[in-house]
Each structure stands twice: as C-alpha cells, then as structure tokens.
C-alpha cells in the first residue's frame, strides 16, 4: 500500500479482504444462522443476526448501533447504526436485509447444504449468499477498506439500516422510516440486492417495478354438478373466469384494459434500456420475443412497461378431474407495473369493466399487504452519472443503467417516506437460484463489487459535496 491515501489503495484493500479469506470467513459466519422470515419461528435467530454479528462488526467500525422493534407484532427488529465524522459532510444511508427465504433442507445438489458456505469452482452456495447477506456483507467490508486507508476516516456521514423481514415483504418498515426520519435522514441511498443485468456487467438500477396480486373468484353455488346431466345447463365458472381474464390480457400477453397500461416511456428512459440487453445467460429461459406488448423490445418490456401475469387458476380438481360442473373458480393474477400507473386505480378499473362486460359474478379482491409501488429516480440526476463513471474508473467497463429493476423491492420507502435519491449497485447475477435450492454467489462478481464499492465510498469522500451542489443549483 501507498503511503498517501488514495483510491487505488482503497480498491487494493478491499480486494485483499477478499484474496485473504476474510470476506468468505465472515459470510460463512452469517450464512449460519438460520435467519428464514417466512416460517414465523425464527424469531431468536433474527435478532441474534443483528446483535451477535452485526452490532460487534459495526462497533469496529465506530458506529453506533441501536436495535429497533418492528412496530408490527412478532416480526424482526431493525439495525440501525450511524457514524458521523461532520455534520457538513454528505450522508449516505446503506440498506440491507439480514432475512431469507426458506432455507428447503434436503433439498439442495448432493453435497449443498442451505446453512454452510459451500466453494465450488466460482460458484458459492448457500442460503443468503447471493441474496441478500452476502450483498451487504460486501457493502460493510468497503466501507471498512475505505476506513483503513483513510487512517479511520470515511470523508462522509454514514448510516446503516438492516432489516430482517424483507422476504416476508418488509412488515414494519414503512412505519420505521415515518416514525424514525430524523435518524434515517441522509443525502443518497445506496444499497445493494437482487441482480446484475450479466454476472459480467456492473449494474446500476435506480427503482424498481411495482407489483400488486389480485385475487379474482367466481362462486355460483354449492357443490359440482354431474357434467352428463347438467353440461350446457348450468353456467361454469371455470369458463366465466377464463373469459373475464381474456379480456384483460390476450393470447400475446397484450395487456387490453387502458387502466392496467403505463403512459409512454419517457426518453430518458427510453435512452437507458436501449444500452442494455436481457436474456442469453447461463440457465436462462429463451424470451419468448413475440410475446407481449408490440412493438417493443424485451428490454423495454420489462424494464419500461406493465405485465399482467396469471400466477395461478383452479376450477374443479386439476389433480384428480371428475365429470362434473364445477361449483366455483379462482385465479391469482399479478400486475407489475412502472412509474406513471395506479394500482389502485387499476383494480377499481377491473371491477368496473367486469361490470360493463357481462362478467359481474367475478369478483374482485387486491391484497395491500402484497403491494410495491413503483420507483424510478431520474436518469438525468446527477447521482446517477457520479455513480456510473464511480463503477466505470475501478472496473474499466461500461456498467449498465437499468431506470428500474424488473422485479419489485421496498424502495419507495427510501424514495417517498424518506425522500432519498436512491442508487443501487446489484452483486448478483440473474442465474443465482435465489429463492431456490442450490443458491450461490459468483466468486469473481465478490471480488469485483468489494472493489467496486470500495470506490464508489471512496468517491463519495471527494465528489459528493460536488453533487450536493449540483442538485440543489
């Protein structure tokens, strides 16, 4: 190492974390604990993440920390840490999520298990690797690079907030963040979770698609009726259901209601997608190109528009089909949407044109409780080209601008409650198998991200009093 600071010497550092050991010692630490939100009895283990493993490193580092009850009953506190060097100085908030999925013993590749980290070529297994623990983790340890090679200063105020029930859909947070302002109050978010456009192109997205279920059900009357006897006589359900959906969404795809379509995609955004390109990847599914909206690349049907998916139907009984008339339907669709829809405006819509078009007996239900807004902060802010030339210096690639990611997480919590500009900075890539058996993080994109970051904290020390200017002139 130099003896002056430098940036280059902040990269080294936090590659050697790497090249050590020390960053794989500490993830298979945190993998270890059996941190599953979803099964509503882990609630000891949620806790002990934050004060057995996270509190002790971030003391370390000169935060101080402070748990958090979730304001919803039996869910997982919050972590919140701060370290303030000047109040003059600009103030970064740093998210992540300590929860995962269920872990699915026995069910992983010979040789996997879901709470050890398990190295196989590049490829590192086990649950919360990739999502999301391993993502923070990589976010803490540039953090402390930076420190180091600042003689145990950051050059900027820093907060951290860690919540454990992200995958149970972040209960409690929204209230967090309206109750907790003042101690959450920063300048820029920037976080890491889900992933890269490629494992091998650094990634920026700036929000995310929201998503709404809706439950739609068709009840007629008590008990199936023998198909011989009753067939052409009694009204089906499972037919009147089908039909209701079609008329929301065709063959294509093609979304057909105007309520559930987005405004057109602004140039901007338009300008973004047209740098980026899906699919192709190890394991990933072949697009189907002539499927939904015409007229429209697969970037800018998925990072740009509304999809209306059928996550499930059932009429009858799929499993074991009987000659009858079904008595009732019932069907789950989902709506993922960008920036510029209501989602409540959408369901009041369906109910309305059900009404108008010979399908009242379908009813109608949206859960808020399943809800995501839609978030996407302006490509043009200044944030955002500071963070791409950022990934761009350490990495020497072009990263890639996604306006919003194209699945869903709790960013409108940061953008709205909080009013944040929010920039993040993905470590996984789309064939990591969260939420799934045999999930793994990539070695090589570790070890790239805790260089990446360890810049981009670095920067933030020298230029972010610049783009605190520039967004207030």
Not at 264 to 278: G, S, T, Y
Request: aromatic residues 6%.
């Amino acid at each position: 190492m130099s003896d002056m600071p430098s940036r280059a010497g902040a990269v080294a550092r936090a590659a050697d974390l790497f090249a050590s050991g020390r960053f794989l010692a500490d993830l298979t630490r945190r993998v270890a604990i059996k941190t599953e939100s979803q099964s509503g009895q882990r609630g000891v283990e949620l806790a002990a993440y934050l004060t057995d493993e996270m509190v002790p490193c971030l003391d370390r580092l000169g935060f101080t920390s402070t748990l958090v009850a979730n304001p919803v009953l039996g869910r997982g506190p919050f972590l919140i840490a701060e370290r303030i060097e000047d109040a003059d100085l600009p103030t970064v908030l740093v998210y992540g999520h300590g929860d995962v999925v269920l872990g699915h013993e026995g069910r992983w590749r010979a040789g996997l298990e879901p709470w050890s980290v398990t190295v196989e070529g590049d490829r590192w297994y086990g649950r919360g690797t990739a999502d999301n623990k391993g993502q923070h983790s990589v976010n803490i340890a540039a953090l402390e690079a930076v420190l180091a090679e600042r003689g145990g200063r950051l050059g900027f105020n820093a907060k951290i907030l860690i919540e454990m029930g992200e995958e149970a859909g972040s209960p409690g947070l929204r209230a967090l963040a309206e109750s907790h302002g003042a101690r959450l109050a920063a300048d820029v978010l920037i976080a890491s979770d889900g992933p890269r456009l490629t494992a091998e192109r650094p990634t920026v997205f700036l929000g995310s698609r929201g998503a709404m279920n809706i439950d739609l059900s068709v009840d007629l009357r008590e008990g199936a009726h023998h198909s011989g006897n009753w067939g052409g006589l009694l009204a089906n359900p499972g037919t009147i259901l089908a039909n209701a959906i079609a008329s929301l969404v065709d063959g294509n795809g093609r979304i057909l209601l105007d309520a559930l379509r987005p405004p057109p995609i602004p140039p901007a955004v338009r300008e973004a997608i047209a740098d980026l390109k899906v699919g192709g990847g190890p394991n990933d599914p072949e697009i189907d190109r002539d499927w939904g909206e015409p007229g429209l690349s697969p970037e800018e049907r998925v990072f740009g528009w509304n999809a209306l998916e059928v996550l499930a139907y059932e009429t009858g009984t799929p499993a074991a089909p009987v000659n009858a008339v079904p008595a009732s339907a019932k069907a789950t669709i989902q709506l993922r949407f960008v920036v510029g829809t209501d989602p409540i405006a959408a369901v009041d819509a369906i109910r309305t044109h059900f009404a108008a078009n010979g399908f009242e007996k379908v009813q109608v239900r949206s859960s808020r409780m399943e809800t995501f807004a839609a978030t996407r902060l302006d490509p043009n802010d200044p944030w955002v080209g500071w963070a791409l030339a950022s990934l761009a210096a350490t990495t020497g690639k072009k990263p890639a601008l996604l306006p919003n990611l194209g699945g869903s997480i709790p960013n409108d919590v940061f953008s709205e409650v909080l009013g944040l500009p929010t920039i993040w900075v993905p470590h996984s890539y789309p064939a990591c198998s969260q939420h799934a058996p045999d999930e793994h993080l990539l070695g090589s994109v570790a070890e790239e991200a805790l260089r990446i970051m360890a810049g981009l904290f670095w920067d933030l020390g020298e230029t972010g009093p610049k783009i605190l200017e520039a967004r207030r002139a």
